[in-house]
């Protein structure tokens, strides 16, 4: 028996691991040669599995077992595992080169297709990470205030490069603090930046305070429009009004982080169905369809700075060609079909949400299922109303992982902290098959 504690209470994964021999023994050999034999955190579990190939919303295994997929990459893969008209584009561009150190066409047809869509966008930057992104929109909020500091919401993920990487899911939330939240480094023994500040998310009267106190200081304000990567949940209505224009009141630039819900949520991301639009947008994930693509959008006020002043934008791999045809083949895909598309995505987004929540039901568990479009995120026993990340960091994340390694035995890929992603490829019946792996799994973990 293989008996794992996932806080709660123990949990036997013997079937789960029985399930996934060859992946077993290649992630002994993976971690002999890789710290902890992966190369991102994040898609570290309990019952390990190493992945062969993928179609559509299916993945398949190096033990030849093949599931849904609800992780689909932790967001890119928005068309599905492989789609054709992408990767063909992306062929075609690599029999022609794969980089030129010099401008291609590509480049500008994708920009003017951002232009297009996003309604705040005037000016593109491209480069090939969220991270990177994010770095760059600070750096031009820098250069356009002449200004240092961030002011960034707890909860909020913003890549993996220092200075924000703190105070995002992973990390204590701090409780019932009000005002500065202390910054919080998510890689223990790290020093903190000065660089930053933090404070709840959804709370006018902190915000208000600390833009009173600070808000001369501060260069930016960053946020996920719509909060996915710790709630999936939309800000109390009139928040991101009154957030955007005391921000410019204070002279400071607004950037929406849109790395999740660009492209995913709508051609013109959460500003475009929120109706708030912010001086300096980044996108990655859904823009290249899980190709290496990220851009950071502009105001063409935000971005004088690096159209005639110091700031620099750069990078060798900045702009990649195949990925540049990859994103422009998938942007003209999603416009010319987004009339059947996003409402698709809705409905299988609340296909899902509605029978996980019948599967709680039935098993009476407290769990609590948020749905935005194609994203979902499930809570055990959060704070309710969860209405920032502090309610729902009091949720329980062990049972929630534990069924989540459970249900792969199932024939259902999905991340052990409670998120899923859906793709255009996801069928009424691939998610019927989920919601009745769901209803095993959980009996199971209730034993
Ligand atoms: C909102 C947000 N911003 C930035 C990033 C960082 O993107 P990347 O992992 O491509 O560096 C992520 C990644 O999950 C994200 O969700």
Redesign the pocket.
Known sequence: MQISSFGERPVDLSDALAHVPGSTAHMERARRVIPRGMSSRGRLRAVPVAFDRGKGAHLFDVDGNEYVDLVMA??PMLLGHNPEAVIEAATRQLGKGLQFGGQSLGEVELAERIVQHVPSAEKVLLTN????A?QSAVRIAKGATGRRVILKFEGH????IDPFFVNSPGVPAAGEQHGLIPVVHNIAGQPTSTDVLVIAWNDVAEFDSVMAERGDDIAAVIM?PIP??FGTMHAAPGYLDHVAAETRRHGALLIF?E??SGFRIGLGGAQELLGVTPDLT?F??AIAAGFPL?AVAGTEAAMECVTSGPVTHGGTYNGLPFAVAAAIANLDYLSENAQVLYPRLEARGAQLADGLRRVADKHGIPVVVNQIGSVLQAFWEPQMPVENYADAAESKAGPIAAINELVLAEGVHAAPRGIKFLSTEHTVEDLERVISAYDTAVGRYLG
């Open positions: 932790l967001g990470t969220g991270s990177e994010v993920y913003h890549g993996w996920e996915f990567n982080d790395v999740v980044t990655a994930k990220a």
